[in-house]
């Protein structure tokens, strides 16, 4: 139940830490009815653009898949549904209903490939920062198959450059040079979670997950909602999209 007293509660941990963790926070038929038809999306052939909503391991396994409100609107209404518009309204106020998304992340047993460090405002381009991602897992997640790792505190040191320099489906980066110094400063804290745990983070805290060497496989999924006084800087986006389809374009051998 989300009374003022929780929503105050983890609003304060939110702005001390970058991020927060909600227990019990999500049904686990509605976790399963989301990866059901993710799962079925990624196998029909009506994904429209290939290069960017969906990624595959060498192997063949399934990567990830992004954009997925396009193709099932439905999940719009995701905030609504979980109470996770409260939460944003305690926060940052009401938000707006004509922007969001929603990826899926596998991490296939032993081969599963690392999310390097980095901040979502570097894919977001939004200005104030008034938004968050709620990132949760569809089984449960601990170190040993890749559970997400956080600097808290690093928000505050604003946005970083970030390089292409990831992976397929996380493209972006900061340098090790940076995250050396990052180190130095923030201390990295690993968040273990159940199935039906999520986590909020601010999109200039700085995150990843390691690759997944377990024998057990990792899934989750990504939902970002932003204010509606959060503007996307038309400009940064438009060069962040031209830069990524080159690298999409070379890293699957499309050229």
């Not at 976790?31 to 799962?39: A, G, P």
């Not at 396009?70 to 009401?94: C, D, M, R």
């Not at 970083?160 to 972006?172: D, T, V």
């Not at 057990?216 to 909602?225: A, D, E, M, T, V």
């Amino acid at each position: 139940m989300l009374n003022q007293k929780k929503l105050k509660r983890i609003k304060k941990i939110f702005n001390q830490s970058g991020f927060a963790v909600l227990k019990y926070f999500v049904s686990q038929k509605l976790i399963d009815e989301m990866k059901n038809d993710t799962l079925k999306l990624s196998k029909k052939t009506f994904i429209k653009n290939k290069l960017v909503d969906i990624h595959h391991l060498k192997s063949g396994q399934l990567s990830s898949v992004h954009n997925i409100l396009s193709y099932i609107p439905k999940y719009k209404k995701f905030a609504t549904l979980t109470g996770l518009n409260k939460v944003f309204q305690e926060i940052f106020g009401p938000h707006s209903k004509r922007w969001g998304n929603l990826s899926y992340f596998y991490k296939a047993k032993k081969v599963g490939i690392e999310t390097k460090p980095h901040q979502d405002n570097a894919y977001f381009n939004l200005n104030p920062c008034q938004v968050f991602t709620c990132w949760r897992p569809t089984n449960t997640v601990t170190k040993k198959n890749s559970a997400m790792y956080y600097y808290p505190g690093s928000q505050k040191e604003g946005l970083f450059s970030h390089n292409l320099q990831g992976n397929l489906g996380a493209s972006l980066s900061i340098s090790q040079k940076k995250i050396n110094k990052i180190k130095k400063k923030y201390k990295k804290r690993y968040i273990e979670m159940e199935k039906g745990d999520c986590i909020i983070h601010s999109p200039l805290v700085v995150h990843g997950s390691e690759s997944n060497k377990s024998n057990i496989n990792r899934g989750s999924f990504n939902f970002s909602i932003k204010s509606k006084q959060a503007n996307v800087d038309v400009a940064a986006m438009n060069d962040h999209k031209k830069r990524l389809t080159l690298y999409l374009k070379k890293k699957k051998g499309k050229n």
